[in-house]
């Protein structure tokens, strides 16, 4: 089991910027993938990037390539998303996931491990 629990959100104006953190705990040395995903009111839960726990391979949405980066900070169990240049379309809100298959990180059926979201709002 692994526990995962987000922070870092808020309300920004559009060009700012967000950093959210996702600490997970638990077995979470046997997550073989971690991934940001993010939920708009009325929309489907899309992955925003994912990053391969073993080597820190990356995977970006086409809507924040430049924009937003993921990273890892495996000897401290932490997860980051980086979100600069922030856009109204950015509002959602923000899930950490993890799955033990490298490979299964890329759509919502399958994660097993979740956090319980974290709010990001961009004004204009």
């Known amino acids: 089991q692994v526990q995962l629990v987000e922070s870092g959100g808020g309300s920004v104006q559009a060009g700012g910027s967000l950093r959210l953190s996702c600490a997970a705990s638990?077995?979470?040395?046997?997550?073989?993938?971690m991934a940001w995903f993010r939920q708009a009111p009325g929309k489907e839960r899309e992955r925003v990037a994912r990053i391969y726990t073993r080597d820190g391979g990356t995977s970006y949405h086409d809507s924040v390539k430049g924009r937003f980066t993921i990273s890892q900070d495996n000897a401290k169990n932490m997860l980051y998303l980086q979100m600069n240049s922030l856009k109204p379309d950015d509002t959602a809100m923000y899930y950490c996931?993890?799955?033990?298959?490298?490979?299964?990180?890329?759509?919502?059926?399958?994660?097993?491990?979740w956090g319980q979201g974290t709010q990001v709002t961009v004004s204009s």
């Open positions: 996931a993890a799955n033990n298959n490298p490979y299964a990180c890329a759509l919502v059926v399958g994660i097993p491990y």
């Open positions: 638990g077995d979470s040395a046997s997550t073989g993938c």
